[in-house]
């Protein structure tokens, strides 16, 4: 082997031992999980990783807890979703209503809110990892019911999953945003009407 060989090992070395995206975000889970805060010069500790390198992999402080909190918004609407039987807009309805349920009974969540209700309203509300994935995974339902003949809808799939994450988001936080309580009941009546009626010129997929 060559020098020029062997400092090519020895550099590809180095960097496949820097942990991965996918590490940084499964440590971070871990602490939420654990009901700790997410700290980055921790999470660099940990992972035997600098801050500069940290902030490359995943962004700043606030992506990476979208990140997790995407994340374990997946698991929970699969977890909610999984059992529904019904279909077309009853079943929309049906795993939105578990699903917003399960979010707000989550103990990690619960734990993340009380320390911080700020930080957690901005990164949950704004576009972002949370929103994405969170729109994505109703426009595949709202899809497969319309594949399926269950369901049509005026406006794209895609379009008619945004609305519904921002309806969803800002009656299940009422608490967090300045009313008294969460109002998820208030919420499905809204998407009821947005998914429940006919399109009037034919249905977009």
Same mark, same amino acid.
């Given at each position: 082997? @060559?020098?020029? !060989?062997?400092? %090519?090992?020895? #550099?590809?070395?180095?960097?496949?031992? *820097?942990?991965? =995206?996918?590490?940084?975000?499964?440590?971070?889970?871990?602490?939420?999980?654990?009901?700790e805060?997410?700290?980055?010069?921790?999470?660099?500790?940990?992972?035997?990783m600098?801050?500069?390198?940290?902030?490359?992999?995943?962004g700043?402080?606030?992506?990476?807890?979208?990140?997790?909190?995407?994340?374990?918004?997946?698991? @929970?609407?699969? !977890?909610a979703? %999984?059992?529904? #039987?019904?279909?077309g807009?009853?079943? *929309?309805?049906? =795993?939105?209503?578990?699903?917003?349920?399960?979010?707000?009974?989550?103990?990690?969540?619960?734990r993340?809110?009380?320390?911080?209700?700020?930080?957690?309203?901005?990164?949950?509300?704004?576009?972002?990892?949370?929103?994405?994935?969170?729109?994505?995974l109703?426009?595949?339902?709202?899809?497969e019911?319309?594949?399926?003949?269950?369901?049509?809808?005026?406006v794209?799939?895609?379009?008619?999953?945004?609305?519904?994450?921002?309806?969803?988001?800002?009656?299940?936080?009422?608490?967090?945003?300045?009313?008294?309580q969460?109002?998820?009941?208030?919420?499905?009546?809204?998407?009821?009407l947005?998914?429940?009626?006919?399109p009037?010129?034919?249905?977009?997929?």
């Open positions: 082997m @060559t020098v020029d !060989e062997a400092g %090519a090992v020895d #550099r590809a070395t180095r960097v496949s031992s *820097v942990p991965s =995206v996918d590490d940084v975000i499964g440590a971070a889970t871990r602490h939420y999980l654990r009901g805060p997410i700290d980055m010069s921790e999470l660099a500790v940990e992972l035997g600098s801050r500069a390198t940290l902030y490359r992999r995943v700043n402080h606030e992506r990476l807890v979208g990140l997790v909190l995407a994340g374990r918004t997946e698991r @929970t609407y699969r !977890e979703s %999984a059992g529904v #039987r019904e279909r807009p009853a079943r *929309v309805l049906a =795993v939105l209503n578990r699903f917003m349920h399960a979010v707000l009974a989550t103990e990690p969540l619960k993340f809110i009380a320390r911080d209700p700020v930080l957690y309203i901005r990164v949950a509300t704004a576009p972002g990892p949370i929103e994405q994935r969170s729109t994505e109703i426009a595949a339902m709202l899809r019911e319309i594949e399926a003949g269950h369901l049509q809808l005026r794209p799939a895609d379009v008619m999953a945004q609305a519904i994450v921002r309806v969803a988001d800002s009656f299940m936080y009422a608490h967090l945003l300045g009313h008294e969460t109002r998820i009941d208030t919420a499905l009546e809204v998407i009821a947005l998914v429940d009626a006919a009037a010129g034919g249905s977009f997929r």
